[in-house]
């Protein structure tokens, strides 16, 4: 019985490996494309998988600092992956001062991607999270567009 469960523990590891492996080439091909549809100079990008919220809280999110040029147009994309239950929604704060998002609560719209002006440089945050709460597993990419 004990030898059993040593020859079945290598197939065990392995396809541990194997399921981890193919995820992230799933999550980096989801990333690829979401760069390639933004049309601008991929810079970085945000991988984020955050479980359901619980009933009556806040929903989960994912938060992100980064340094922005001032005189720079930038362009912030979001794209979820095949498996995700919720739609991703990307925020970018100046302070606590929101300057862009992919989704506008006034109106219910989604965008995949905004475009942002930044007149200052200095630190911004990119929070990404998932419309009502909900899991899921999303990329968020952050391009180059031009100087202004």
Do not use: W
């Amino acid at each position: 019985m004990n030898m059993k469960k040593f020859k079945l523990f290598p197939i065990f590891i392995l396809l541990s490996i194997i399921s981890l492996n193919i995820r992230a080439q799933d999550i980096s091909q989801v990333a690829a494309q979401c760069a390639a549809a933004a049309d601008a100079v991929y810079l970085k990008d945000y991988v984020v998988n955050l479980d359901a919220s619980t009933p009556g809280g806040a929903p989960n999110q994912a938060r992100f600092a980064l340094m922005l040029s001032k005189n720079t147009k930038y362009r912030f994309s979001v794209c979820p992956a095949p498996n995700s239950e919720g739609e991703p929604v990307l925020k970018l704060y100046d302070m606590n001062v929101l300057v862009g998002s992919t989704y506008i609560e006034a109106t219910g719209k989604d965008f995949h991607m905004f475009d942002f002006n930044c007149q200052k440089s200095g630190i911004y945050h990119v929070f990404i999270s998932f419309k009502d709460g909900k899991a899921g597993e999303a990329v968020g990419v952050l391009s180059f567009v031009k100087r202004l």
